[in-house]
């Protein structure tokens, strides 16, 4: 979970009845299709290189699903952050702001340039829990890729909703982490290009990416915030580097914000059947984690 600001005197509450009607959505489903396209590739491996695992001719990198399908809501459709005020699939939680939480990947097979991709989405539970910074709503998202060939990937995903910060509040930094030792190291300058490019890259319209005076002045970051997704991509990149091959397991977790404006480091090491890896920032906090196991 991200670090949490100063809680509110009057903290929103998520009452019995609004969570008896979302867990109502417990079980909606979606399905959409996209292509693994020429374009999609170039864009994906111009904005990450050199930070991809090496693959195979017309393999797609790893991490290139979450690119696929995305949701495009009309601009009449979005909320002040710039995400669809709420989605056809995902249910209408009260609260204001809605973040990556973490989740887990099963690779089976890799995406193939040309590719047709159908993604079905389902619901799999909403729960409700106290931070400290107020209430927040948890909502699993069950994902499985397909394409011709079959089952490529499934995905558990975990959205995370909060409340609205209090005005004029700041987060408070992490702590520093203590780490064992990385086996292998990239080092990653998260400019505002590199956000705005992965940003457009999936349609992601979420104002704290690209926007400094609303993540600064509006959600009390001190900075523009590194997408988890583009961190899972690099830690996915890194562990398949070290050594993880399909089918594998990845389970990743956000564990505070990573602003943008300097270098943070992805790194990784064996452990004990696994492959760990976390992404750090330039004062040693950890800001997401992750763990390789093997499927086989």
């Not at 509450?13 to 969570?19: H, I, K, R, S």
């Not at 809501?73 to 939680?93: C, F, N, Q, R, T």
């Not at 099963?106 to 389902?122: I, N, Q, W, Y």
């Not at 505002?192 to 940003?199: I, K």
Request: net charge neutral; hydrophobic share 40%; with cysteine.
């Amino acid at each position: 979970m991200f670090s949490a600001c100063r809680a509110p005197i009057d903290m929103p509450v998520l009452d019995a009845g609004e969570m008896e009607s979302l867990r109502g959505w417990i079980g909606r489903s979606s399905e959409a299709e996209d292509l693994v396209t020429p374009r999609l590739v170039g864009g994906f491996r111009a904005t990450f290189a050199p930070y991809l695992a090496p693959s195979g001719k017309d393999e797609a990198p790893l991490g290139l699903h979450w690119c696929l399908a995305p949701d495009a809501e009309p601009m009449a459709g979005l909320g002040p952050d710039g995400h669809a005020a709420k989605g056809s699939l995902l249910p209408p939680v009260s609260l204001p702001r809605r973040m990556w939480a973490g989740g887990e990947l099963e690779l089976h097979a890799p995406l193939r340039l040309g590719d047709k991709v159908l993604r079905r989405s389902t619901i799999a539970d909403i729960a409700a829990k106290q931070g400290r910074s107020g209430p927040l709503c948890f909502v699993t998202l069950r994902n499985e890729f397909s394409t011709a060939r079959g089952l490529a990937l499934s995905e558990r995903h975990d959205i995370v909703y909060r409340g609205a910060p209090d005005p004029g509040s700041t987060r408070a930094p992490a702590a520093r982490s203590e780490q064992p030792q990385a086996e292998r190291s990239w080092r990653v300058p998260a400019s505002p290009v590199l956000l705005f490019r992965y940003s457009a890259l999936t349609f992601n319209g979420h104002r704290i990416h690209y926007d400094e005076p609303y993540a600064t002045g509006t959600e009390g970051y001190p900075g523009l915030v590194v997408h988890g997704p583009l961190q899972a991509t690099l830690l996915l990149n890194l562990v398949a580097t070290a050594g993880a091959t399909m089918p594998f397991r990845f389970r990743y977790r956000a564990l505070s914000a990573l602003i943008g404006g300097s270098a943070f480091d992805i790194q990784a090491r064996r452990g004990q059947g696994s492959i760990e890896g976390w992404t750090q920032n330039a004062g040693g906090v950890t800001c997401m984690e992750g763990m390789a196991t093997s499927l086989a």
